[in-house]
């Protein structure tokens, strides 16, 4: 599976953007998907996942109420919805392809990673 992030940009707090995650190679209409973001000297994060289906989804507490997570099995794309935007939301966003048929908040039960989308959000 091959995973195209695009979607990233510089914005000003307050502002909103859309992330979207493009699947090529294979189906994942049976698997769970998630986005993860790295800030800058950081560990890895979870953003916010969804299930296969679209009906299940979960986030950080740090997003939640300002982002969402969506997804369109018809054209394997997954988005990230971003509201209200705050410098700490600042850092790279990755898309995953789950292992399984929701969207784990851990990495480790993500099978794929698509490479990356910087966001950054000026004060």
């Known amino acids: 599976v091959q995973l195209q992030a695009s979607g990233g940009g510089l914005v000003q707090a307050g502002d909103s953007l859309r992330l979207s995650c493009a699947a090529s190679g294979r189906t994942i209409s049976n698997n769970g998907m998630g986005w993860f973001r790295q800030a800058l000297e950081k560990e890895r994060e979870f953003v916010a996942g969804i299930a296969w289906s679209g009906d299940s989804t979960s986030y950080a507490d740090s997003v939640k109420g300002r982002f969402a997570i969506s997804r369109d099995n018809a054209k394997h794309t997954v988005y990230l919805q971003m509201n209200s935007l705050k410098p700490e939301d600042t850092a790279v966003y990755y898309c995953?392809?789950?292992?399984?048929?929701?969207?784990?908040?851990?990495?480790?039960?993500?099978?794929?990673w698509g490479q990356g989308t910087l966001v950054t959000v000026s004060s």
């Open positions: 995953a392809v789950a292992y399984r048929a929701y969207g784990s908040k851990l990495a480790g039960e993500y099978a794929y």
